[in-house]
């Protein structure tokens, strides 16, 4: 490499710029430490901004049926029967603990909540919920929430890496901790070191290894391959949730708000069908109860053409709708050529979250020392096998602060890095950009991509069997070993998209392959994952969480066990 | 539906424009968006743009799309081609484009003007986002934080989201032609977003936060085309905030002039200027 190196020093590095990454940044900064967020796009533009519904806060603003009080103790209980008994209920009860103060916190930063007419932050009720609960900004909350973060970060100065694309996490090999990482400015090409004491993965969920996602296209799991390619362990990989109101077609989201303002499911017959699968809480069943409704109903025939059923908001009535979700009805006049007012909106369930991620504690550590992880790329687990609707959001914002502050703790008695390893790694990875660019008259990336998500979407999908997966995992390996033959249409160093998604791809693979793995060795329906080979939950093998880690030749699966304690597990129903 | 061409525009930092043409069979509902990935899929040497949500949230993949500033994710290509989303923007001069184009058949893809180009469809946003931090985008308080929540109407939430909904895509900075000939001019999105915490009523910074763009080249230099206003894909108006911007400083001064002990005006701008 001819340029001379640029190497980059901070206490701690913050890879992703979403709602966890910032929350981080403005913790560790008030704290007094220096920070640094890199993130492969503008901040504003990450997935958390595209977050509608709301977050899910014990502030018993509306009372609940008989005017009952919310109080947290109802919201770790919800949480936890969501997860179908697989959180771990410290974490829980840590989370629904900071949910009031936390939204309140943003409050006070800025965010415009809706408001009851007494002027209080407005709540809804939401999927799972026993109470009106979901704190929101019309439908528009990530949006709100991360504006609201970002103008913190700018007025305290936190440099921010913009269009920085990670490749690879730099390890200490005396120390054996994680003391850095790489990334390609994606403008230039330009390969840049960072040397940090403490490094943050916030990067998101995994949902593009799907063909069928509500993520954004630049949810490609990359915080998650990172960290598993350093060593890092991953847990319950297997838990994807597949939300049940993406619109037809393009799989754009179509918030449980809907739902939780009234919004019923209808089949092709006109049928409000919730009432078979889930008589007491209808069409607010939890998202996973709601998804496996809806696709059974499709395959059962009475769906509509294409394989969709109907979102009926009509007697809402105009006012509301525009009050409460005008975001859903841009959406669907956008992109479905439907009014929601005048007309239903076509559904059908798409993959939305991922429950699982880089196995940290309850302070965000993972299993490198020095490397943390929080929001959706980690699983402390709060989630278990099946998210709620409004949790993920307070997740980011809870755990961004929470792995904040134990990241400012920690790093005053962390000894400076040595720039050494970092610049080796710089040089590996120019050198092996350098040659990836240098192929021509290779495989083309792109087919291999589509092949993935398809393969994800039919084999992994909210119906598995053994077979099918059996299938699935020798297509993911076959993928793998015809990735190795890929060579790029585009080979310019600077500004190339066609690089970042081979390198996306790359980092998409194994984490394909730990869900496959996952999902066989769980020979039960649990959450999420439902197995039509095992349709039964069974918690005498199966309430543990799933460990995968790399070893020389592989991936090996172990289990590890769930904290439980506070409710006891019991049978799920709805 | 019949193929539909894209003509692109290409270049690099500083480089000379050429337009390359793809063609595309469309799908029903096709955006430009997918057609630029499809393209990505199919052709050696697809353009590069910029992308992240594809649902009209995150304002990443805003481009000249048949010569006005849209949303590459929200456009539909048929809607471009049966002439739907015709629009005339007010005093806007492009660069005349070389050759001829066939509306029916072709779309016109090019990078946001008012922006340095980066390479093909990617811009430099720096310097929109200069004039954003310039406004000191950062609610203030006016007091203590309290116990719980700082209570609002829900009227003034929703004078609030005419503004807080900018997805800061920059289509109106593309859009404005005062942009285009005055680089200090903080731009549409920068002034709604400045408006944004004015009228926040938990602010109580008042008439300060309008002086952050009292100036020539700020509140003074909108011309209202409303340029700004026909373009934004979320349905903010920043002439609006700027109209009203200006109203209270004329009020402010005639008020100041007006009044021999030099007391300021006492309506609390914050509390109703949204509302005018």
């Given amino acids: 490499m001819a340029d001379e190196q640029e190497i980059h020093e901070h206490d701690v590095i913050i890879i992703g710029g979403g ?63 969501g997860s179908d008994y697989l959180a771990d209920q410290n974490a829980v009860v840590m989370m629904c603990k900071e949910a009031p103060a936390t939204v309140i916190e943003l409050e006070h930063m800025g965010t415009v909540w809706s408001r009851l007419g007494d002027g209080k932050i407005a709540q809804r009720p939401f999927g799972g919920a026993g109470f009106p609960r979901t704190c929101y900004a019309a439908d528009r909350t990530g949006h709100n929430v991360l504006n609201t973060l970002y103008e913190q970060l700018v007025a305290r100065k936190i440099p921010v890496y913009e269009e920085f694309f990670v490749t690879s996490l730099v390890t200490d090999s005396g120390s054996g901790r994680c003391s850095g990482c790489t990334a390609i400015e994606v403008m230039t090409g330009k390969v840049h070191g960072f040397a940090a004491k403490a490094v943050l993965l916030a990067t998101g969920g995994f949902g ?33 949730q597949f939300h049940p109101t993406t619109l037809f077609g393009t799989s754009i989201l179509i918030s449980e708000a809907a739902r939780g303002e009234g919004g019923i499911l209808l089949n ?74 005048s007309e239903p909106i076509p559904i059908q369930p798409g993959q939305h979250y991922s429950m699982g991620g880089i196995d940290v504690g309850i302070d965000g550590q993972s299993s490198i020392p020095g490397l943390y992880a929080a929001g959706e790329c980690a699983c402390v687990s709060v989630h278990g096998a099946n998210r709620l609707g409004g949790n993920s959001l307070l997740e980011t914002v809870v755990f961004g602060r929470l792995v904040g502050e134990s990241i400012a703790r920690e790093v005053p008695s962390v000894a400076h890095p040595s720039r050494g390893p970092v610049e080796e790694a710089v040089r590996e990875v120019d050198g092996k950009i350098a040659r990836l660019l240098g192929n021509t008259g290779g495989t083309s990336l792109f ?64 984490l394909a392959e730990t869900v496959a793995l996952g999902a066989l060795g769980r020979k039960e329906s649990r959450g999420s994952h439902t197995r039509l080979d095992f349709p039964d939950r069974d918690d005498g093998h199966f309430l543990k969480h799933t460990l995968a880690r790399k070893t020389g030749g592989g991936i090996s699966i172990t289990y590890g066990p769930v904290t439980t304690g506070m409710f006891e597990p019991e049978e799920r129903v709805y | 539906m019949k193929p539909v061409i894209l003509k692109v525009a290409r270049s690099r930092a500083g480089g000379e424009k050429q337009y390359d043409t793809f063609t595309i069979d469309p799908v029903p509902g096709m955006t430009v968006l997918s057609a630029l990935f499809e393209v990505q899929a199919r052709y050696d040497n697809a353009p590069a743009f910029r992308y992240s949500c594809r649902g009209a949230a995150c304002g990443t993949c805003a481009m000249l799309i048949n010569r006005i500033p849209r949303l590459a994710c929200r456009t539909q290509l048929a809607a471009l081609v049966e002439g739907k989303l015709d629009l005339r923007l007010s005093h806007y001069t492009l660069p005349e484009l070389t050759g001829t184009w066939d509306m029916k058949n072709e779309v016109i893809i090019e990078p946001l003007p008012n922006l340095p180009v ?71 999105a920068a002034l709604a977003k400045l408006f944004r915490f004015h009228i926040d009523p938990r602010e109580k910074e008042g008439a300060a936060r309008l002086a952050t763009a009292d100036r020539p080249d700020g509140w003074w230099a909108c011309e209202f085309h409303t340029n700004c206003r026909m373009v934004c894909p979320k349905g903010v108006p920043p002439d609006k905030a700027i109209g009203q911007a200006r109203q209270e400083l004329n009020r402010m001064r005639k008020d100041k002039k007006g009044d021999r002990n030099g007391k300021t005006g006492t309506s609390a701008a914050g509390d109703t200027g949204g509302r005018r």
């Fill in chain 1, 19 to 81: 709602l966890t990454g910032l929350r981080a940044a403005l913790q560790i900064d008030r704290a007094g430490i220096s920070c640094a967020v890199i993130s492969k796009v503008h901040p504003l533009r990450s997935h958390s901004v595209a977050a509608q519904g709301g977050m899910n806060a014990s502030l018993a603003n509306v009372p609940g049926d008989n005017n009952a009080q919310d109080s947290w103790e109802r919201h770790a209980f919800d949480t936890v029967k």
């Fill in chain 1, 208 to 240: 593009r290894i799907f063909s069928r996602s509500t993520n954004a296209l630049i949810n490609t799991g990359d915080g998650q391959a990172l960290a598993f390619r350093a060593g890092a362990v991953l847990k319950d990989m297997e838990f994807v």
């Fill in chain 1, 268 to 341: 092709k017959d006109g049928e409000r069908f919730m009432e078979r699968y889930a008589p007491n809480s209808l069409d607010l069943a939890p998202r996973d109860v709601v998804a496996r409704s809806i696709e059974h109903e499709i395959d059962e025939g009475r769906g509509f053409e294409g394989g969709c059923v109907h979102l009926d908001i009509r007697h809402i009535g105009a006012d509301l709708i525009n009050e409460r979700l005008p975001g859903i009805r841009q959406i669907a006049i956008d992109f479905a050529g439907v009014d929601p007012v």
């Fill in chain 1, 447 to 510: 087919p291999l991509l589509d092949s993935l998500k398809e393969t994800m979407w039919t084999k992994f999908g909210i119906f598995r069997t053994e077979a099918a997966m059996q299938e699935g995992l020798a297509e993911i390996r076959n993928l793998k070993e015809q990735f190795r033959t890929v060579s790029l249409a585009d080979t310019s160093r600077d500004a190339n998209p066609v690089l970042i998604r081979y390198l996306e791809l790359e980092y998409m693979l194994p």
């Fill in chain 2, 118 to 188: 980066i390479r093909d469809l990617i811009v430099d946003m720096s310097t929109f986002f200069e004039h954003y931090r310039d406004i000191v985008p950062v609610f203030t308080p006016g007091d203590p934080d309290p116990a719980r929540e700082r209570p609002m109407t829900p009227d003034a939430v929703r004078e609030l989201g005419k503004y807080t909904t900018c997805i800061l895509c920059g289509a109106c900075y593309a859009a404005c032609p005062v942009n285009g000939k005055n680089k200090h001019y903080p731009g549409p």
